[in-house]
């Protein structure tokens, strides 16, 4: 199994650019999370999603966006970028809530200029 | 949001020594976990923690639930260096919170 896959690994986004970061999950879970690591910092919460067509903010989802049409997929849009979104991001997915192992993606490395 | 505050935030130390890295919330927890991530890599589970007062033991890592269910602490001993990384705990319902995260180095 892939189990979570995320694309692209790297990106340099222009300031005021647009871009969506893709997620894909094979393990059939139900939880879905975006994350962002600040270098040398711990991880925090973007959005996540409880199932297909759900979803809900994190600690924080400003300048941020996401869909979740399907189980397998959670992408997450960057509208406008700015140099503070200059950042790794990680998707996440759990069988059910935080009381289950989350399993992490590679990470996206996004530069802002 | 339900807070996550590690302590310390960093730990340098030398092969052999023993160590503890504290987690703490205001909130109470269902269960907490604790992760270890390397450079480059998402955080891999190291163990799930789910009653109060609980103590589980993974080779040389010990980990404890407070009884209150609003803290944590994973002890290390005689550390190696391949236990050298980021440790997170984390927490949450319908969601996971993490925490500010323990940047542990053993040097040899």
């Known amino acids: 199994n892939a189990g979570v896959t995320q694309t692209p690994k790297f990106r340099i986004l222009k300031i005021g650019q647009s871009m969506t970061l893709q997620c894909a999950q094979d393990?059939?879970?139900?939880?879905m999370y975006w994350y962002r690591q600040d270098p040398g910092m711990g991880l925090k919460l973007i959005y996540y999603?409880?199932?297909?067509?759900?979803?809900d903010k994190g600690e924080v989802p400003n300048g941020y966006n996401v869909s979740r049409s399907t189980t397998e997929d959670f992408p997450l849009r960057l509208e406008l970028a700015a140099p503070s979104q200059t950042s790794v991001y990680f998707c996440?997915?759990?069988?059910?809530?935080?009381?289950?192992?989350?399993?992490f993606g590679q990470g996206t490395r996004l530069t802002v200029v | 949001t339900q807070l996550l505050e590690q302590s310390p935030q960093f730990l340098s130390i030398q092969e052999g020594e023993n160590l503890t890295v504290y987690c703490n919330s205001s909130s109470v927890f269902s269960s907490l976990q604790w992760y270890r991530q390397e450079p480059g890599e998402g955080p891999v589970l190291l163990v799930t923690v789910v009653t109060g007062g609980e103590v589980k033991k993974l080779k040389r890592l010990t980990f404890q639930f407070g009884d209150a269910r609003k803290d944590s602490s994973l002890h290390i001993t005689a550390a190696q260096p391949g236990d050298t990384g980021l440790y997170l705990c984390?927490?949450?319902?319908?969601?996971?919170?993490f925490g500010t995260g323990t940047r542990l180095t053993v040097i040899p």
């Open positions: 393990m059939n879970h139900n939880y």
């Open positions: 984390a927490g949450g319902r319908n969601n996971l919170f």
């Open positions: 996440a997915s759990s069988l059910s809530g935080g009381d289950t192992e989350a399993f």
């Open positions: 999603s409880v199932g297909a067509g759900i979803t």
